[in-house]
């Protein structure tokens, strides 16, 4: 058992090897390079939830630590390369986003400033996992908001997604110490069933428009 | 308030209601013969009709119930969504036979994609009737999260580029809007984990545990998260400026969805809304969220009165009609009376019958002209005169004409407009029905009344696209005359159930 110092450090560095792993998403061009981003950023997530088991001493979150290694590190990627495998598309990578990764890096470091300022103006009582990972969840979310507007192929959008739906676990598990597991499986299964729709969805683009790319999604519009 | 009541002949109801288009699914998966799948699901809607009437006069006599240890939690504002999710279900089912029957001779769809219209069909409707019956609200979000996937699989049934379009943008931003909203709840489970002290977190979700604990919540984490759920249901909710998904996704599905998804879907959405702005009531009073309500409506309606106005798509142009009378609902509720909120109420329902219709009769009109343009679309009562006239019903109700059902509830919400000394929201709402009315009603006499433009065959298209829309009209009629004695206790009901909630702060 560590003393509290110790732990409190744990959680921090933690914190910011998740962060780091966030940011490979964003630097990532490659299909199955953002692939592999999002994949260590989930293990490095369940790890936290490990982790944040271990200090509360909660053992419902080791439950569901496992259940996001198995479905959210294992099944989704897997699921997702055998679709980038399958594309019809020769080009398997962002090839020039709406913003250059060089500025997507500096708007990302803007928006987990923000996160922390946002943070701190919520009347959330401050127990040491929720100060430490408050802020780090929402720049989950905001990150992955921000993939999601800034990249041009659906697969990007995909990941900037399921970032989005990583910061929302991250905070769901950080603020309510897991609430009961039925939810957390429900949660799991419509995550699971939504990425299998959106690879049908990939499959069907790059049938009828030959590529991913979502600028052939501009045509139902009132003008 | 919340006497726990149990009593076998309910839980048995609630648990067959839910199983009812489950078992039905199963079995149109297991026959996939053209003749079963329909008749299997036709039954088996018509089944959760009638399991919802029971549910009805039994939630008529003991105002709220729960059953299996709180899991389920029913009182009349559930029992109007159960209404109108099985009424529209049904009459959806029924229509779906002569509609999707066309698309298969037409070859659109193949013996495949038909069964898994039917299969979706059948989870659609399971998934909505989730919503309203489960107390836990995460529970709640999981159903509503549910019943996006199952509809981006329906919208896309068929393969064509604009299907594909739709479902993608409806998909991603039905998703971000509804991660909102689960932080929102998250935050009120954290208000309410923070003051209970014997809490558990099973029932720590739960609706009646909330509505309960709500005066002891923190004011100022109640602001914030009320904000994201408004913003996160509302976008499911179709409320303007998060509405931008919704004209591609209900113009693409077919017609039968497309009123399933108009008519009742997002009532379930803004149903999640209603439930939060009585918790935030409770804690805060309810001026914070009426206010916000009332914005958003009356944007809705500006935004769905310029749209009408320059609309080219029949089907688009009902899209933002959704939107328009989604505004209505809100603002309505936002004008924090009892006869608003019992407008509102009587909104929903009276909007899910019209838009219903008008789905129903626009799917086939495209369907005989092959056109959704309203420029090419002339003359349908010349043509068919059956949906035709049916179609003028339901454009002249839903534009709030004298003497049909919505007529009734616009009134009523504009009269609690003005008697909450709302002036300038309901002057503003009077100028965006006004536009609606005109443009709306230009398209409407174009569309019935213009002369047809090739030589066409006369005649509707079979008896069972008529039959649903001639049911509907009559309900029209009924509604707008007089509203019936049970629905009206019930609706009754659950305004006071709304209002209660403010008045108790």
């Given at each position: 058992?560590?003393?509290?110092?110790?732990?409190?450090?744990?959680?921090?560095?933690?914190a910011?090897?998740?962060?780091?792993?966030?940011?490979?998403?964003?630097?990532?061009?490659?299909?199955?390079?953002?692939?592999?981003?999002?994949?260590?950023?989930?293990?490095?997530?369940?790890?936290?939830?490990?982790?944040?088991?271990?200090?509360?001493?909660?053992?419902?979150?080791?439950?569901v630590?496992?259940?996001?290694?198995?479905?959210?590190?294992?099944?989704?990627?897997?699921?997702?390369?055998?679709?980038?495998?399958?594309?019809?598309?020769?080009?398997?990578?962002?090839?020039?986003?709406?913003?250059?990764?060089?500025?997507?890096?500096?708007?990302?470091?803007?928006?987990?400033?923000?996160?922390?300022?946002?943070?701190?103006?919520?009347?959330?009582?401050?127990d040491?996992?929720?100060?430490?990972?408050?802020?780090?969840?929402?720049?989950?979310?905001?990150?992955?908001?921000f993939?999601?507007?800034?990249?041009?192929?659906?697969?990007?959008?995909?990941?900037g997604?399921?970032?989005?739906?990583?910061?929302l676990?991250?905070?769901?598990?950080?603020?309510?110490?897991?609430?009961?597991?039925?939810?957390?499986?429900?949660?799991m299964?419509?995550?699971?069933?939504?990425?299998?729709?959106?690879?049908?969805?990939?499959?069907?683009?790059?049938?009828?428009?030959?590529?991913?790319?979502?600028?052939?999604?501009?045509?139902?519009?009132?003008? | 308030?919340?006497d726990?009541?149990?009593?076998?002949?309910?839980?048995?109801?609630?648990?067959?209601?839910?199983?009812?288009?489950?078992?039905?699914?199963?079995?149109?998966?297991?026959?996939?013969?053209k003749?079963?799948?329909?008749?299997?699901?036709?039954?088996?809607?018509?089944?959760?009709?009638?399991?919802?009437l029971?549910?009805?006069?039994?939630?008529?006599e003991?105002?709220s119930?729960?059953?299996?240890?709180?899991?389920?939690?029913?009182?009349?504002?559930?029992?109007?969504?159960?209404?109108?999710?099985?009424?529209?279900?049904?009459?959806?089912?029924?229509?779906?036979?002569?509609?999707m029957?066309?698309?298969?001779d037409?070859?659109?769809?193949?013996?495949k994609k038909?069964?898994?219209?039917?299969?979706?069909?059948?989870?659609?409707?399971?998934?909505?009737?989730?919503?309203p019956?489960?107390?836990?609200?995460?529970?709640?979000?999981?159903?509503?999260?549910?019943?996006?996937?199952?509809?981006?699989?329906?919208?896309?049934?068929?393969?064509?580029q604009?299907?594909?379009?739709?479902?993608?943008?409806?998909?991603?931003?039905?998703?971000?809007?509804?991660?909102?909203?689960?932080?929102?709840?998250i935050?009120?489970?954290?208000?309410?984990?923070?003051?209970?002290?014997?809490?558990?977190?099973?029932?720590?979700?739960?609706?009646?545990?909330?509505?309960?604990?709500?005066?002891?919540?923190?004011?100022?984490?109640?602001?914030?998260?009320?904000?994201?759920?408004?913003?996160?249901?509302?976008?499911?909710?179709?409320?303007?400026?998060?509405?931008?998904?919704?004209?591609?996704?209900?113009?693409?599905?077919?017609?039968?969805?497309?009123?399933?998804?108009?008519?009742?879907?997002?009532?379930?959405?803004?149903?999640?809304?209603?439930?939060?702005?009585?918790?935030?009531?409770?804690?805060?009073?309810?001026?914070?969220?009426?206010?916000?309500?009332?914005?958003?409506?009356?944007?809705?309606?500006?935004?769905?009165?310029?749209?009408?106005?320059?609309?080219?798509?029949?089907?688009?142009?009902?899209?933002?009609?959704?939107?328009?009378?989604?505004?209505i609902?809100s603002?309505?509720?936002?004008?924090?009376?009892?006869?608003?909120?019992?407008g509102?109420?009587?909104h929903?329902?009276?909007?899910?019958?019209?838009?219903?219709?008008?789905?129903?009769?626009?799917?086939?009109?495209?369907?005989?002209y092959?056109?959704?343009?309203?420029?090419?679309?002339?003359?349908?009562?010349?043509?068919?005169?059956?949906?035709?006239?049916?179609?003028?019903?339901?454009?002249?109700?839903?534009?709030g004409?004298?003497?049909?059902?919505?007529?009734?509830?616009?009134?009523?919400?504009?009269?609690?407009g003005?008697?909450?000394?709302?002036?300038?929201?309901?002057?503003?709402?009077?100028?965006?029905?006004?536009?609606i009315?005109?443009?709306?009603?230009?398209?409407?006499?174009?569309?019935?009344?213009?002369?047809?433009k090739?030589?066409?065959?006369?005649?509707?298209?079979?008896?069972?696209?008529?039959?649903?829309?001639v049911?509907?009209?009559?309900?029209?009629?009924?509604?707008?005359?007089?509203?019936?004695?049970?629905?009206?206790?019930?609706?009754?009901?659950?305004?006071?159930?709304?209002?209660?909630?403010?008045?108790?702060?």
């Open positions: 058992m560590f003393d509290l110092p110790t732990q409190i450090d744990l959680l921090h560095v933690s910011v090897i998740l962060l780091i792993a966030t940011f490979g998403i964003v630097v990532r061009r490659g299909f199955s390079d953002l692939l592999h981003a999002y994949r260590y950023q989930t293990i490095i997530l369940a790890g936290v939830v490990a982790l944040i088991a271990f200090v509360t001493g909660i053992w419902e979150l080791y439950i630590s496992a259940l996001t290694l198995g479905i959210k590190a294992i099944i989704i990627p897997k699921v997702l390369f055998y679709v980038t495998k399958k594309l019809d598309s020769p080009i398997k990578l962002e090839m020039n986003p709406y913003v250059s990764l060089r500025i997507s890096v500096i708007v990302s470091a803007l928006l987990v400033t923000m996160s922390y300022f946002t943070a701190l103006q919520l009347p959330i009582s401050s040491d996992t929720i100060s430490v990972f408050l802020p780090v969840s929402f720049s989950l979310f905001f990150i992955g908001l993939i999601i507007i800034s990249r041009r192929k659906a697969l990007s959008q995909i990941v997604l399921l970032t989005i739906e990583n910061g676990f991250l905070f769901a598990v950080v603020v309510t110490h897991g609430f009961s597991l039925i939810i957390e499986i429900g949660l299964a419509d995550i699971l069933v939504g990425v299998i729709i959106s690879s049908i969805l990939l499959f069907r683009m790059s049938q009828t428009f030959d590529s991913i790319d979502i600028k052939n999604l501009e045509s139902l519009r009132d003008d | 308030m919340f726990t009541i149990f009593t076998s002949v309910e839980s048995a109801l609630v648990v067959s209601l839910l199983l009812t288009p489950v078992i039905s699914g199963l079995l149109v998966t297991v026959f996939k013969r003749r079963i799948i329909e008749t299997t699901t036709i039954i088996s809607s018509f089944l959760i009709l009638i399991q919802g029971f549910l009805l006069t039994s939630i008529l003991k105002k119930i729960i059953i299996f240890d709180g899991i389920f939690y029913l009182d009349s504002l559930s029992a109007i969504m159960i209404i109108t999710i099985s009424l529209v279900g049904f009459l959806s089912s029924l229509y779906s036979v002569n509609y029957g066309r698309q298969y037409k070859l659109i769809v193949d013996r038909l069964v898994r219209y039917y299969q979706g069909f059948n989870m659609f409707l399971f998934t909505m009737l989730l919503v019956v489960s107390n836990n609200l995460g529970i709640m979000w999981i159903a509503i999260e549910a019943t996006t996937l199952v509809s981006v699989l329906l919208i896309m049934l068929y393969t064509k604009s299907s594909i379009e739709a479902s993608w943008k409806y998909l991603l931003i039905a998703t971000v809007g509804l991660s909102l909203a689960l932080f929102g709840i935050f009120f489970y954290y208000a309410n984990s923070v003051y209970d002290n014997s809490f558990n977190s099973i029932h720590g979700m739960d609706w009646t545990n909330m509505a309960e604990n709500a005066p002891q919540f923190d004011p100022n984490l109640v602001k914030f998260a009320f904000i994201f759920i408004l913003v996160g249901f509302g976008t499911k909710a179709g409320l303007a400026p998060m509405h931008t998904w919704l004209p591609d996704a209900h113009s693409e599905a077919p017609s039968p969805i497309s009123a399933l998804l108009s008519g009742v879907l997002l009532n379930c959405a803004f149903y999640g809304l209603l439930r939060f702005h009585i918790i935030s009531s409770r804690s805060i009073g309810s001026e914070f969220s009426n206010t916000l309500l009332i914005i958003l409506g009356i944007i809705s309606l500006g935004i769905a009165a310029t749209s009408i106005y320059f609309q080219k798509d029949v089907k688009r142009m009902l899209a933002f009609s959704s939107v328009e009378h989604m505004g609902i603002a309505s509720i936002g004008f924090g009376i009892f006869l608003g909120i019992y509102a109420l009587l929903v329902i009276n909007h899910a019958v019209v838009k219903s219709l008008l789905f129903f009769s626009s799917g086939s009109i495209s369907q005989k092959q056109t959704k343009s309203i420029a090419d679309t002339s003359g349908i009562i010349k043509t068919m005169p059956i949906t035709g006239f049916m179609f003028l019903i339901g454009g002249l109700a839903i534009i004409m004298p003497p049909f059902n919505i007529f009734m509830s616009k009134f009523l919400m504009l009269s609690s003005f008697s909450s000394e709302n002036f300038l929201a309901s002057a503003l709402v009077i100028l965006f029905l006004l536009i009315f005109a443009s709306f009603g230009k398209h409407l006499l174009h569309m019935v009344f213009g002369n047809p090739s030589k066409m065959e006369k005649g509707d298209l079979g008896k069972l696209s008529i039959l649903p829309m049911i509907l009209v009559s309900v029209i009629f009924i509604m707008g005359i007089y509203v019936p004695e049970p629905l009206q206790i019930l609706i009754e009901d659950a305004s006071k159930i709304i209002l209660v909630g403010g008045a108790n702060s």
